[in-house]
């Protein structure tokens, strides 16, 4: 029986990482990067111009969202460590997108290297 982890290993091996020192560029050069955590995560903080698509909505939202339609976008995916972001390329790779990434180490490599992080203010009903 597989594991989670054997899943992200199979996946890894299918899956064009960037490497964190590249990442900026790529993301200048994508025509959409996707945030594939949860909301929670997205709302603590997620790069700049990231569109939240949790990887459990993934193929209903790349399905159903006009913008994401077209199968030779570039892409380029993250989430926390880059193990859901790498199973959520394999998907978009199986349901035919052709220019798929993911960020190596994910948002926690990135915020650990000091990148800019987007952390919205919390609403005032003041």
């Known amino acids: 029986m597989k594991t989670a982890h054997d899943l992200v290993t199979e996946a890894k091996k299918h899956t064009q990482e960037i490497p964190l020192q590249d990442a900026e560029k790529a993301i200048l050069a994508a025509d959409v990067l996707l945030d594939v955590r949860e909301a929670d995560e997205f709302a603590a903080g997620h790069l700049s111009g990231a569109m939240l698509v949790p990887r459990g909505l993934l193929e209903f939202k790349l399905s159903g969202s ?4 077209s199968r030779d976008l570039n892409v380029v995916l993250y989430c926390k460590t880059s193990g859901r972001a ?3 390329a394999q998907t978009m790779q199986t349901m035919g997108y052709l220019n798929v990434r993911s960020i190596a180490g994910g948002f926690d490599a990135w915020q650990a290297a000091g990148k800019p992080v987007v952390k919205p203010e919390p609403t005032s009903f003041e």
Do not use: I
């Open 66 to 69: 006009p913008v994401l339609e």
């Open 86 to 88: 790498a199973l959520a």
